[in-house]
């Protein structure tokens, strides 16, 4: 999480827009059948592991990854970052408010934090708004909350419109964050067991989580 924080505090002094996306195994099944979503996590900065199904995965080919690091367990140490180095942080996303009472709270943590935020939606003809509410504040820092792979792709269609340096794509983070969607205790969650503390508490997600059986053989396949 330190060495994220500090990558990601290094992009914003880089030239150009950067994505950072926050893999978890869905990504990695959807990106084996989707080729342009697989071209835009190519095209991406830094891909955290999200979660321990990829730490696990990324070891069992070589990678030693110290830690699963989640988009939303980044949040708040990006914020403290920002309003440290008078970086300007957007929140996108997440359903009306929800984005904005992420934003109060923030600024309430980080004195001097410069935030600002909008629901948007990831929808072509919201473009114009969200690209000028982006450019409005000067975010340097975006984090958008749209899910995979929507998320991403919206950014790779608009990053040479926003002015940003850095867009991270976060998910639901914003809902767990403003506690309206409860996340599974940090004991599952170091178990590697985060995927049925999910279930439990959001059983439609079954349906997405049918690719994590397939996930685990492949990864046991293709282990050294
Ligand atoms: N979302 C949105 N607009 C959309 C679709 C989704 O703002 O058109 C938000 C949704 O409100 C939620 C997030 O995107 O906050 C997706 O959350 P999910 O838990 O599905 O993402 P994950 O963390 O699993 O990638």
Redesign the pocket.
Known sequence: MTATVQRIEDLVGAAGSHLVATV?P?FVMRARKDSEFARVLESAALCLPDGTGVVWAARRQGCELREPVA??DLVQPLAAMCARRGFRLFLL???PG?AAELAATLRDANLGLEVAAH?????PSDDVESVHRIHDHRAQVLLV????P??ELWFDRLKDRLGVSVAV???????YLTGR?PRPPAWMRRAGLEWLGRLAL?PW?IR?MAVLPMYALKVLRSGK
Do not use: H, I, L, M
């Open positions: 978890n869905e988009g939303v996303g997440a359903a929800v629901a948007g939606s990831p929808d909350a749209y899910g995979a929507t998320q794509g976060v998910g639901g983070s914003f809902d969607v959001q997600r997405r």
